[in-house]
């Protein structure tokens, strides 16, 4: 079925596998007048770019996007943003291999499962290379909701057993990691070190914070904002659990600590003191910064000996070498906000029909 | 903006407020020649009744259903299923007092802020009540997939501090917790009876089992099997997280320990010992048990005192009274079963068209 | 497949069959704020209702509606709108005759090739009846547009051979036959008494008017303003051909004739003279009229005899008796008008977020 | 709001505008296993290619296209099929006149109310070329129809006046107007020729037949087959009316004219012997010829002079000049082919859900 698309007016598919011709993504719904240069997306690009440091893979990777349509003189015209980075690193020689067994942890037999054979190369369409569609999407999304007064930043909450304990911002992205505590992510780089030595790999958390959220934003029932980030934020690879707010320590709660109390503020809002909620009530946005987490689960491909079976139908043995991250988290960082600005801007503006007063005006007052 | 409607080909649409003259639910997209009947829909609609023990509310529900459509002589005839369920109670006297003011955890502030005003009879759209039509439309799903040799069970894992340490799947319907460990079930019924003295409330986890998945079902990228399942888990009020397999834990894992290891079964099948990735890679089955987690906040509306805000922009103390339970948990039972018996149904007809082999097979023999 | 649904955002789902219980429909995605009332919808669905004239059948139908949801304190609160009417004619003794047979021009077989069986009483899901949910939703839109300066008239272009050759808006609810010319539908009515004596049946054109309707409104490519036009009027049975504007007159016309050039007005808008594109440019409205055509087939259930084949594979010889009106037309205008409202309604409303100036504006002064 | 995607299942989404980067278009839900290379898509986009007659721009255009993903080892992957062609002709010197002003019978006026402002090259993205996109996924639906046993024809009804009055399949290909009748052909030729010396243009008729349709394809309500088929033909631009079988004609006939009656072939299927119906009942295929025809109205741009209006309001007087076909058809042709075949695939993929005995067998016996 087709599975590459994602929103209902801010709509994006995305195509390509790790080792074809090139990755891309198709934006349809896009407002029309956006300033929009390829510099706006390559920056975003940049940030899951690997070999920044030596817990990310050291292959070159020069992933450059090219804008192909939607954009006319410095803007977006409305019709679809047609965005391509080609791919660098298209010999298969040293994926080969991987085509006979089905790796544990990937999706390698799944896809067989599926479809009955799959592109083997890197991981083909399962492969973390995908990402880069989504992200070219999420930076043009950032940017329009800059234009709203929106804002988004996701980063690195916990590498395996080691938490950031504290919040700055500044330094998310002066360590590799992406961690907003610097004590942290020395130690995480420590922690992570030690895995490799043991041929093992690592997992982790991400937090995501977005502000300046209007209230009012997102549906009762299935379309519920949470339920689209849940959706959002699970259909990136390696993902296990979302939680927003409190999340699971909410099961764990009374009524009494977990609601979020009412107070006005001095310009007349309804706010609350606390963000136990996460800003999300009933499916809806509340004005409260929404706050969620993602956890990501270990790099499945390992030097350790695993057990598998092969296309053959034979058991084996395999070890797997060559260059492999001990950690995706960090990489996924700006995926996670990606999507997240993409389920935002898209719940922004499905949410303009909600009201037949603003509607009026709307057409009353172009 | 439509936020109604679960599904693309097995396609719910629910209808209903808490306090109107009834909720419903309109199944499109239900294949033909299914036996069903009103006792079908009736069995699971009681699953969620209250009043089946003191920790469910008392008001006298009598949520009787009605097939009104898309059933004729004792099967689905391919066209929509409506089924619809009249509210008894629709006074409204006893909620006329929280028109004026807003609920701390619950959906009225949103609903102002997104409508302009709201039903504010028992939450209305927001109510627990809308739930009754994703339930009539489960037990549809499970009589499909009860065709294809798949159930799906949830039940409660823990509730506040007390989890279920055993699993005992016949004791799940002998306690009103719907606890698959009676001891637990004691204990926590000892909990809750010590949260309502303090006029407090309690959340707890669900964790919902589903056997018999056929390998190769869900898609890639944006329509993963686990990230239509997050999403559809998350649309349930009060939810606030979801995990699959290890979840969380993953996070904290390596991936030596979190990788599940393939071998060949004596029929030949690929199949793994462990499971910790839940039944999905890649977003796809891989034919193990899918198992996945939500955390479920406590009620919101408490006795205890608490600060909140009125229509008018006045800073007020409440207290809520009336009959609320003091855990949502055992009545979302059946509403998680539900909603990933919608999703199961839905990922099973869309994975038809997957494979070009089974399409010329599919028309070539009828 | 789920086929029982229309519109994007405001989304309608229709459901029942001649002989269930009853017919309905779900609207939801309709804008909060909107005063709506039983009498909205009645006033609509009294234009289907028959036993208006002599040409249509004589059956009791009493089509009285009931809004089960989605309105309070008078107005649309936002979330779904159900509406049911509940079906007077349920017995099925005269309709068991044609569950052997096949009837020519009817759905019968095509339902049974697809479904392997059908509901066979009256027609079933594919009866006109069918249409009194699409109709109760077009009242809502057109209340709904009303509010926009938006109207929306149809009315029957030709019945056979006899066309309306003048345009008394007046007189269309005069004449059972709903044209806009007394004398041609004296005419066509001395038509359709001959047909009934020669056991036959007519059919026609009906045309629709859309005044109002700003510029630019409508997307380019696949969801063109005039495109889903298309597809909404031949979703109704019996129709076989649309067309816009000058539609199939433009294929033996020359630029210089089809072409409207625009000129402006002393507001100065820009206008064309003449219409000829019917009031659309590129699948977006050009701010002029918007007018077209839809080709309605004669009643396929006529008293002389006609060759069919059995359920069990037998060549018979049939004539149908019965209740069944000589004319589809008349019945299918406030259908086609329903129709039209509801896809120009879902334009205008997915048209709020083409524009980032328009949507700043939204958003920053509530 | 997001218009360029079409379809549900096999679901494509263009992009691309006459004098950006490039036209491109990426398929989504393509079954896995489909033996696919470029010249499969070469060939059909070849038949769009101007300067095959002095009837068709004389402009080079040399419309090669890659494939860029989802096919591996020569087989489609069921992963999203990403397909580009480089636009040639990006020098936008000869097009920078008309960016201040509109055309009349152009998207001009239109795309600037919807937007605020538009690419004006050559149109933009309402330039024919769009359709390349359309052309290149109708080429694999062609592809995947093929091994099911169903080929779908367009052709050249009439040009202007002049009508193809006998059918001979072989020489649609050996015009280069696509007309299956050679002497028409000549004659519409000789109209033509006497249009571009009256600086004028002509529209024409196209029919489209569908051979091997089982019966039983297409949804009841709104997704009828005929409904889809509508919207798809509709969405090319030019394109003014729609009919299906007798189509308008069927205004005008009695029931006793217009219906089919059924018979038993030899080999016990149900089979008419006339087609009015033009192979849909109820919105649902037959398993008669599929024939549809499109009215599609003359070239707007025209070298007789015109009045319009500029960007900056000044009425002016125009000639449009340069490299422009008097006639669309021809053109069309290919493309009203390709979005029959899109529609047709879907459909057909989207009904293997309706019949519980089909998809029980289909997952127990894999």
């Not at 395996?160 to 004590?183: C, H, Q, R, W, Y």
């Not at 960082?333 to 600005?341: F, G, Q, T």
């Amino acid at each position: 079925m087709a599975g590459s698309t994602f929103g209902t007016i801010f709509k994006i598919t995305t195509w390509g596998e790790s080792h074809g011709k090139g990755i891309g993504v198709v934006i349809d719904g896009c407002p029309a007048g956006l300033s929009l240069s390829e510099e706006d997306i390559q920056c975003f690009l940049d940030r899951r770019k690997p070999g920044q440091s030596r817990y990310a893979t050291q292959r070159k990777e020069n992933d450059s996007v090219e804008i192909l349509s939607g954009v006319f003189e410095g803007k977006t015209t409305g019709t679809p943003l047609s965005m391509l980075v080609w791919n660098q690193d298209q010999k298969s020689k040293d994926y080969s291999e991987i085509a006979s067994y089905y790796r544990p942890g990937h999706a390698d037999f799944t896809f067989d499962a599926k479809y009955g054979f799959r592109d083997y190369r890197g991981g083909g369409r399962s492969s973390g290379r995908e990402t880069i569609g989504r992200v070219a999407a999420g930076a043009v999304a950032a940017k329009l909701l800059q234009q709203l007064g929106i804002t988004c930043i996701a980063y690195t909450k916990s590498i395996g057993p080691v938490e950031a304990k504290s919040f700055d911002v500044t330094s998310i992205g002066k360590n590799p990691l992406f961690m907003p505590d610097e004590n942290a992510a020395k130690e995480a780089e420590r922690y992570l070190k030690s895995c490799m030595e043991q041929k093992d790999s690592a997992g982790g958390i991400i937090e995501c914070v977005i502000d300046g959220m209007p209230a009012g934003i997102g549906d009762p029932v299935f379309e519920k904002l949470d339920a689209n980030l849940a959706k959002a934020i699970f259909s990136i690879g390696a993902v296990k659990g979302f939680e927003i707010g409190d999340g699971f320590h909410a099961a764990y709660a009374n009524g009494s600590e977990n609601n979020d109390n009412f107070y006005l503020s001095e310009q007349n809002d309804i706010k609350t003191h606390t963000n136990h909620s996460g800003g999300v009530l009933g499916g809806i946005s509340n004005g409260s910064q929404i706050v969620f987490r993602a956890a990501v689960k270990p790099t499945p491909s390992i030097a350790a000996t695993q057990k598998t079976v092969t296309n053959s139908g034979e058991e084996i043995e395999i070890s797997i070498h060559g260059r492999h991250d001990p950690i995706i988290v960090p990489r996924a960082v700006v995926v996670v906000e990606s999507m997240a600005l993409l389920t935002i801007a898209d719940a922004l503006l499905l949410n303009m029909s909600a009201n037949l007063e603003k509607i009026r005006k709307f057409y009353q007052n172009p």
